[in-house]
C-alpha cells in the first residue's frame, strides 16, 4: 500500500506596507492633484493678463504694434504722463466718491429692507422678488432706461415732477454739479437688491433666542439693534461691503451708458479714463498705467480685509 505525500503550497510573499512617509507623499500629490487645476486656471486667466498689463505700462503699445509686434519700452514715461495728467486726479477723487457713496447708500437703504422683510406679512416673498429685479437686469439695459427717464426734455421724471409743480426741467445728467450724483443715486438703485440679499441671510442665521433675552432685559428696538443685530451681523456686512467694494470701484459700462464721462469730465473715473485712453485715444500704455492703479486699490483693501479677518479670527 502506498502513501501520497502531501505538499504544502507556496507562501505567495506579501508586498511590505508603505510606510508613514510615502503614504504622506501619496497624499500630499493627491492634494496636488485636485489643486493644480485651479492653480493653472489662475495663472493662465489672471495671471498672464495682469503680467502682461504691468509690462505694457511700460512701454509705448500703439495699434501698429498689433500688426508689426513691436512695442518698445519708454521706461516710467507712461506714468509720468498719467499722473501729470490734471484729469487722471479728477477721475480719481471722482472715483473715490462714487464708490463711498454708492456702498453707503446700497448698504443703509438694503440693511433697512432686510430688516423690514424679516418680519413676516402678506405677500413678503413676493415683495423680495420684485426688489431682485433692479439686480437681474443687465446694467447697460439699466443704464439707458434711466437715461431716457432722467432726461433733461423728454425723461419721465421730470414731467412727473411738473405735474406736482415742482421744477420739471432738471439737468440730471447735463450738469456737471448733478451728473455724478445721479449717477451715483442709479448705481444705489442697482446695488439695492444685492445688499439686501446679503444681509437677509445674515439676519436669518441670529439665534432668536437673543432677541428674547433683550426683551426681558427691557431693551428698547434701537437697544436691540445695536447690541445685537449689529455684532451678530459684522462678518457678513463685512463681505457685503468687500464685494460691493470691487464690483464698485471697477464700474464701467453704467457710466458710460448713462454720460460717457462727461458732461465735461464730470462723471469720469478710473474706468471711464482706463477705456478712453486704450479704445478712444489708442494709447494702450496710458491705459494699462490706469488699470494698474485700479489694480493695486483693489489690492490693498483686499489687503486691509484678510488682515481684519485674521485679527478678528484670533
Known sequence: MTTSTVTAPATVAQAPAPGPARLRGRRRLAQWGFVAPAVVFMLLFFGYPLVRNVVMSFQHYTPKTFFTGEAPFNGSDNWSNVFRDALFGKALWHTLVFTAGSLLGQFCAGLALAVFFSRRFPLNGVLRSLILLPWLVPMVVSGIVWRRILDQDTGVLNSFLGTLGLDGSTPWLTDPHM?????????????????????????????RELYEAASLDGASAWR???????????????????????????????????????????????????????????????????????????AVFAVFYLRANRTEGK
Do not use: H
Open 224 to 298: 436691540t439693534f445695536r447690541s445685537v443685530t449689529l455684532p451678530m451681523l459684522r462678518p457678513v456686512i463685512t463681505v457685503v461691503l468687500v464685494l460691493g467694494f470691487m464690483s464698485t470701484v471697477k464700474i464701467l459700462d453704467l457710466i458710460l451708458a448713462l454720460t460717457d464721462g462727461g458732461p465735461a469730465d464730470a462723471t469720469q473715473t478710473l474706468g471711464t479714463l482706463t477705456y478712453q485712453n486704450s479704445f478712444v485715444q489708442l494709447d494702450f500704455g496710458a491705459g494699462a498705467v490706469v488699470g494698474n492703479v485700479l489694480i493695486l486699490i483693489s
Open 179 to 207: 451728473a455724478l450724483l445721479s449717477v451715483i443715486l442709479v448705481n444705489i438703485w442697482i446695488g439695492i437688491p444685492f445688499n439686501m440679499v446679503i444681509l437677509y441671510g445674515g439676519l436669518q442665521e441670529i439665534p
